[in-house]
């Protein structure tokens, strides 16, 4: 049954596309798909915060004077992130050989 779970790399690599670090998870690599969803997070949170700053830009409410060259900054730094991470999450869960 366990060397049936991880002859299914299809699987974790859907996973790894719904969620990132969920595919590393079913695979067994627990430490791993930890880390990915801690760095999916921080870079979903770099995201959030630069449409914060243009979307203050945007309405008027400027509080600092380059608040949207940090917003499209840290927007497409954020995104960058987030696509990375994903397709290397995706790969790697894909490409998962088990320790014999």
Do not use: D
Request: proline share 2%.
């Amino acid at each position: 049954m366990e060397e049936e779970r991880f002859s299914r790399p299809g699987m974790a690599a859907v996973l790894s596309f719904i969620f990132n670090g969920l595919g590393q998870l079913y695979n067994g690599e627990i430490t791993k798909g930890l880390l990915i969803i801690f760095f999916s997070s921080i870079s979903l949170l770099v995201l959030i915060a630069g449409a914060i700053f243009a979307g203050f830009w945007m309405s008027g409410r400027v509080v600092f004077e380059h608040q949207l060259a940090w917003g499209i900054a840290l927007f497409t730094t954020g995104l960058a992130l987030i696509c990375g991470i994903g397709i290397y999450s995706i790969v790697e869960a894909h490409n998962y050989v088990p320790k014999k």
